[in-house]
């Protein structure tokens, strides 16, 4: 289990310095590996990392920066093309000046990092940086330091270190500020513990109904005919288009979502098992449930928050307030609950169910029920304008003329 502690650091003006020079370095290292993955000169983080090394022989700023912490922006960069290949996110960008606020000590233990004792007031070693002050608001378990990232949030500066600890459910967990439930329904795409519920966008509906209909006339047309080529041709645009207007969808919700919270609760949903049954089929691959999840998973453990993973049995037929079971057959959209009068929508009562389920597993209460889980809820709905990709966006003067 890895435990996760954020701290602030107190810079001084020449550490400050230090650090934005070393989030220079690391930008356009980012920039450079990527124009070399793009023009494909590179294939692998191993010929990344070799480049990385004759760029260090050249360029006597870049050994001002902890050889690891380099190397770890090749490692980020390989993420992003795996992820991209996956599905799970868009095409990495470059980084104009300024935008890039993270470097990472990739294996803090060996001694590049160390934390001072745990007295409140105190320094944080950081190889090349120097002894930084630091506050220690909550004691590490000082368990193997495995990563410790330096993160700069407007003109603050944070080191968020990840540490191997025992196995020791709910011992580590500290209440989360604000915990939500996602429960995935049959008519809307989310809904949270919140009361809010996300509907599927309209243009995807549009689009999917456009879909089915070019992929028929696809059919009827001769193979090897010209007219076929050009049905196939449109069928693969309106594709590509729809799983973007997805994707956006799924970002935007993610990353609304891990902005708000610290703690999910998750279904674990056997998502075959579910398209088994043809009605819910469709609405589900049209959602791209799982595509959300993993968005969800990485944007909310990157930033060091928690997901959690639980059953989704009868989480809609239970009451989520007082575990009262009864029949909730498809077509009935409000939960009422007999037993202690608590109503609320279908979705949202699972979404609730799926919450108390994640807090019990980390051993922690059951939230205070809020305000806005009884009576109507107000269907939240997200409009999105289609977004369309070309190739790389973002690109803000990379500044890759002359290499660094
Ligand atoms: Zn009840």
Redesign the pocket.
């Known amino acids: 289990m890895i435990e996760i502690r954020k701290y602030r650091l107190y810079p001084t003006k020449e550490q400050i310095n230090l650090l934005e020079e070393t989030l220079e370095s690391c930008r356009k290292t980012w920039n450079f590996l990527l124009a070399r993955r793009k023009d494909r000169l590179d294939k692998t983080k191993f010929d990344q990392d070799h480049i990385i090394y004759l760029q260090k022989q050249k360029t006597p700023s870049l050994r001002l920066v902890y050889s690891h912490v380099l190397q770890n922006v090749s490692d980020r960069l390989d993420k992003s093309f795996r992820a991209l290949f996956k599905g799970i996110a868009r095409y990495p960008k470059f980084k104009s000046f300024g935008r890039y606020d993270s470097f990472t000590y990739p294996d803090a233990y060996n001694g590049s990092v160390k934390l001072g004792s745990s007295t409140r007031r105190t320094k944080l070693y950081l190889s090349k940086i120097g002894y930084v002050p630091v506050i220690v608001h909550r004691p590490s378990s000082l368990g193997k330091n495995k990563r410790c990232t330096i993160k700069r949030e407007g003109d603050k500066w944070f080191a968020v270190l990840e540490n191997q600890v025992s196995e020791l459910p709910g011992s580590n967990v500290v209440a989360p500020k604000s915990s939500i439930g996602l429960d995935v329904g049959l008519l809307s795409v989310v809904a949270t513990s919140d009361g809010e519920t996300f509907k599927p966008i309209v243009p995807l509906k549009k689009n999917l109904k456009r879909f089915r209909r070019l992929q028929q006339s696809v059919s009827r047309k001769k193979k090897g005919s010209k007219s076929r080529r050009k049905a196939v041709q449109r069928v693969s645009r309106l594709h590509w288009k729809i799983r973007s207007i997805r994707s956006d969808f799924n970002h935007k919700l993610s990353t609304q979502l891990v902005r708000a919270h610290d703690f999910f609760a998750l279904e674990d949903l056997n998502i075959k098992a579910m398209l088994k049954n043809h009605s819910l089929a469709r609405s589900i691959s049209d959602v791209g449930w799982n595509q959300l999840v993993h968005m969800l998973k990485y944007k909310a453990e990157r930033e060091g928050k928690k997901v959690v993973f639980v059953s989704p049995n009868y989480t809609s037929t239970d009451?989520s307030?007082?575990?009262?079971r009864k029949e909730m057959p498809l077509s009935v959209r409000t939960f009422h609950?007999e037993?202690?009068?608590?109503e609320t929508d279908r979705d949202v009562n699972s979404a609730i169910g799926v919450l108390n389920r994640g807090l019990e597993r980390v051993g922690l209460e059951r939230p205070e029920l809020k305000p806005v889980e009884s009576g109507v809820q107000s269907l939240n709905r997200w409009e999105i304008q289609p977004h369309v990709e070309s190739g790389i966006e973002g690109v803000e003067s990379p500044d890759l003329e002359g290499g660094f």
Request: aromatic share 20%; hydrophobic share 20%.
């Open positions: 009451c307030r007082c575990g009262f609950c037993r202690c009068g608590f």
